[in-house]
């Protein structure tokens, strides 16, 4: 307890920059006259109809309809775009939003570091409407950078907000075992709680670093201790213009290089899925050759795995879940991509893999995940992370037993696993029985995983 106090504090010392996405998550907690009220207006029939031709895009609000009746049928959360900009007004006609919150990694990292009492956390969103903008906390060490007359100077993001910027709503609708309403002659009984989500894919919305803040890059990274790079899920594989995943992926190499000229500031990418394989294997081949560590969850790393070629372990890794398996893989990410170190969560442990020659050693990389796994276990306990002291919440959760097996058999497996030229650690994490909210919890592990990795490199003075 008194080590993770004291690793947190180091960790505070840092200045870290984070980019690239946020948005606004706009939760609207459904009723039963509500649903009923859309089939109504729509028909019955209508709805079934679109039902059966499954739209995978949202593009009117007939397919929002259909695929929410859908979700609601089959209780199974659910997650479809909207690519259609002009439903914006049909959504805020239709929806009175009970929570308005920060969502996208860059947004929820730059507001837990701030609360947290970073020394110094500076974000990077490429929109940043009002609404967005109104979604930072208000900390005095948050700071967004602006170019004021060829000078990059830095502002509380909601000092720094640009009228007319587009904003990125998802729309997120939860529902609860037990609803039930009325679907022409069928009563429908929605069979688990879950949410279905609504996320806006505009043309508007891009990831990239404005060609005026580009040239103050090399100035940022020489400035912090350490970079959070997320959101590249949000590129596009074309867009109208003419610009395509490539150009946007060759910028993104850029912004790496640059914010690492003047300094070898070390770099974290942290990995969403991505359901486009030819977008995923790109984002792969260009970034992570350039990063030093990435973090992401058991499922991303079969997806990535499959993106490499190796489909067998990554069915595998589907099926079966095994920690073997998930380490051997991630053996085979940091060997191909050469990365210092790659963090998986899981929901009942987190794993560091890295090189034998990893500075830190196999007690200081577990006492990383420990900080981390307690960060996620107070959010989950909390719904928010408001100060350093919420921390201590996460102190009072229990491991849980699965991992703990799961770590047991994992060290009678490593005998087989040739771990000589690796260094694997394992923690079971501290999971809390009914969280006031899982949104954000594995941006969470992964940045107490990477900021108390660089406060453990200082320490050693290799930062
Ligand atoms: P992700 O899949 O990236 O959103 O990460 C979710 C992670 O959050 C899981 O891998 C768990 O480690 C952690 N987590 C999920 N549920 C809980 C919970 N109830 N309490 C504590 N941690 C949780």
Do not use: C
């Not at 991509?337 to 500075?359: C, F, K, W």
């Amino acid at each position: 307890m008194v080590i993770h106090m004291g690793l947190l504090d180091e960790a505070r010392e840092l200045s870290i920059y984070t980019a690239y996405n946020t948005n606004v998550d706009a939760i609207v907690y459904l009723k039963e006259e509500t649903v009923q009220g859309l089939i109504n207006e729509f028909g019955a029939e209508t709805i079934q109809r679109r039902m059966e031709e499954y739209p995978r895009q949202i593009n009117e609000p007939l397919d929002f309809v259909a695929r929410l009746v859908h979700a609601l049928k089959t209780g199974k959360p659910m997650e479809v775009p909207l690519i259609n900009e002009e439903l914006h007004m049909w959504f805020d006609s239709h929806f009175k939003y009970d929570v308005e919150r920060m969502g996208g990694q860059a947004g929820i990292i730059a507001n837990l570091l701030a609360n947290l009492n970073f020394r110094k956390v500076l974000v990077y969103t490429p929109h940043l409407a009002k609404k967005q903008a109104a979604m930072f906390v208000n900390k005095p060490n948050l700071f967004y950078p602006v170019i004021e007359d060829g000078r990059l100077i830095f502002k509380h993001p909601y000092e720094a907000y640009r009228d007319g910027d587009p904003v990125k709503v998802n729309r997120i609708f939860e529902f609860r075992a037990g609803m039930t309403f009325k679907l022409g002659s069928e009563t429908v009984t929605v069979p688990f709680s879950g949410r279905f989500i609504v996320s806006a894919r505009f043309e508007s919305i891009r990831i990239y670093t404005e060609p005026g803040l580009k040239p103050f890059l090399p100035e940022i990274g020489e400035s912090v201790d350490g970079v959070i790079l997320s959101g590249y899920q949000g590129i596009k594989p074309r867009y109208s213009d003419g610009k395509d995943a490539n150009h946007y992926l060759r910028e993104a190499k850029k912004d790496i290089l640059l914010l690492k000229r003047e300094k070898d500031v070390k770099v974290h990418l942290e990995f969403a899925s991505i359901q486009n394989r030819e977008l995923r294997k790109k984002v792969i081949y260009n970034l992570f050759p350039l990063v030093d560590s990435v973090g992401m969850d058991e499922s991303e790393i079969a997806h990535v795995l499959n993106a490499l070629g190796y489909s067998k372990l990554s069915d595998r890794i589907f099926t079966y879940n095994r920690i073997e398996d998930t380490v051997l893989g991630g053996k085979i990410l940091i060997d191909e991509m050469n990365l210092e170190v790659l963090q998986i969560h899981t929901i009942y442990y987190i794993v560091y893999i890295t090189h034998a020659d990893n500075p830190l050693s196999e007690e200081k990389l577990r006492q990383s995940l420990g900080l981390a796994t307690n960060l996620a276990a107070a959010r989950a306990s909390l719904g928010e992370i408001r100060s350093p002291e919420d921390f201590k919440v996460g102190l009072s959760v229990p491991y849980n037993e699965r991992g703990e097996y799961v770590k047991l058999r994992f060290e009678e497996a490593k005998r087989r696993l040739r771990t000589k030229e690796y260094r694997v650690v394992i923690i079971p994490t501290r999971l809390v029985k009914n969280p006031v909210s899982t949104v954000g919890l594995g941006d969470t592990i992964s940045a107490g995983a990477f900021t108390s990795y660089l406060a453990l490199l200082r320490r050693k003075g290799e930062l």
